[in-house]
C-alpha cells in the first residue's frame, strides 16, 4: 500500500459531460488541557464542504463551498476559473489557495487530525495565478488582493512565487516566497519543504523563514518533520514534530496521530497532541474525526 493512500481517498461524481462534483464532511470531538485552565471539551461538524469542478479541453473551473460549526453558515472557499495555453503552461483568476506550505488547507488532506504550529501559511485570496510544469521542474506565481489578509481591493497588492521540482520517483521539493505590504508592516515568508514516499512509507522536512509578522516587525523562524507509516491497508500513523522560534512565541510540538481506514471514503482520525510553550505552560490535546469523503 503506497503511504499516500493514508490521506482518505476522493473520487469525483459526475454531473453531466465535463462536469463533477466531490467534498467531504468531517464530523469532530476534542479535548484539550492547558495549564492553568478548564478544559474545554468540543463535538461538532468540523467542515462540511462540496466543490463543483468543470473541465474543459483548455477551460476549467472549480467552485468551493464550506460549512463549519464555528462560522454557522456557508462560506464561499474557492471560485476561479483556469485555462490551459499550453500542455505546460495555465493560468487561473478568481479566488483560490495560496501555494505555501506542505500541510493542506482541508482537513481531508492531512496525514494527522491537526495543522502543526508552524503552519503559519497564507490562506485563500483573489487575484491572477499562472504555472509552468514541465518534466521534472516547475515555478508558479500569482499577484492576489492580499497574500495573507485578502481584503478584496487592490491598495496593497501581495505576490507569490515557487519552484518546484521531483528529481527522483517518490520525492517532491518545494521552495516558495509570500509577501504583501501593508500600511503598518511588510510581511514575507520564505518556505521549503521535501516529501519522500518510498512502498508504505512517507516523510516529510519543512523549513520556513517569517519575516515582519505583526505591527512590530516580528520575526521567527518555523521547522516541521513528519513521518507516516501505513502498516497495513486499514491502519497508519503518523509522527510529526514541529518547533517555532518567534519573537511572539516559542512553542515545541509533539503528535502521534493513529488512522484507522474504514473504507475508501471513511477514515477515523485520533490524536494526542503536546505542544509546550517557553514560559507559559503546556497543552495536551485528545482528538478524533471521522471523515467521509465523496
Known amino acids: 500500500m503506497a503511504a499516500v493512500a493514508s490521506v482518505t481517498a476522493q473520487a469525483e461524481i459526475e454531473l453531466a459531460e465535463g462536469l463533477s462534483l466531490q467534498g467531504f464532511l468531517d464530523v469532530s470531538a476534542s479535548s484539550s488541557d492547558v495549564d492553568g485552565k478548564d478544559t474545554k471539551s468540543t463535538a461538532e461538524i468540523g467542515e462540511f464542504e462540496v466543490d463543483l469542478l468543470y473541465g474543459g479541453d483548455s477551460i476549467n473551473a472549480q467552485v468551493d463551498l464550506n460549512y463549519t460549526d464555528t462560522s454557522g453558515?456557508?462560506?464561499?472557499?474557492?471560485a476561479f476559473v483556469g485555462f490551459s495555453v499550453s500542455d505546460q503552461f495555465s493560468l487561473k483568476a478568481?479566488?483560490?489557495?495560496s501555494c505555501i506550505g506542505f500541510e493542506t488547507f482541508d482537513v481531508n488532506g492531512l496525514y494527522q487530525y491537526s495543522a502543526a504550529a508552524s503552519t503559519v501559511y497564507p490562506g485563500h485570496h483573489t487575484g491572477l495565478a499562472g504555472v509552468y510544469s514541465g518534466e521534472t521542474f516547475g515555478v508558479y506565481g500569482s499577484v492576489v488582493d492580499g497574500t495573507w489578509s485578502a481584503d478584496g481591493d487592490t491598495d496593497d497588492l501581495g505576490y507569490e512565487v515557487q519552484v518546484f521540482t521531483s528529481p527522483a520517483e517518490g520525492l517532491t521539493i518545494k521552495l516558495g516566497y509570500a509577501t504583501e505590504s501593508g500600511d503598518a508592516y511588510d510581511k514575507s515568508m520564505l518556505n521549503l519543504w521535501a516529501a519522500y514516499s518510498v512502498d508504505a512509507l512517507t516523510v516529510a522536512a519543512e523549513y520556513s523563514s517569517l519575516e515582519d509578522f505583526g505591527a512590530n516587525g516580528s520575526d521567527g523562524d518555523a521547522y516541521m518533520l513528519m513521518g507516516n507509516y501505513a502498516f497495513t491497508d486499514t491502519f497508519n500513523a503518523t509522527l510529526r514534530y514541529a518547533h517555532v522560534d518567534a519573537d511572539w512565541a516559542e512553542i515545541d510540538e509533539f503528535t502521534i496521530s493513529p488512522r484507522f481506514v474504514i473504507s475508501d471514503n471513511v477514515s477515523v482520525i485520533t490524536e494526542y497532541r503536546n505542544r509546550d510553550f517557553a514560559g507559559g505552560g503546556d497543552?495536551?490535546?485528545?482528538a478524533a474525526r471521522v471523515l467521509y469523503t465523496f
Open 283 to 286: 497543552e495536551d490535546l485528545l
Open 94 to 97: 478568481g479566488k483560490f489557495l
Open 73 to 78: 453558515g456557508v462560506d464561499l472557499e474557492q
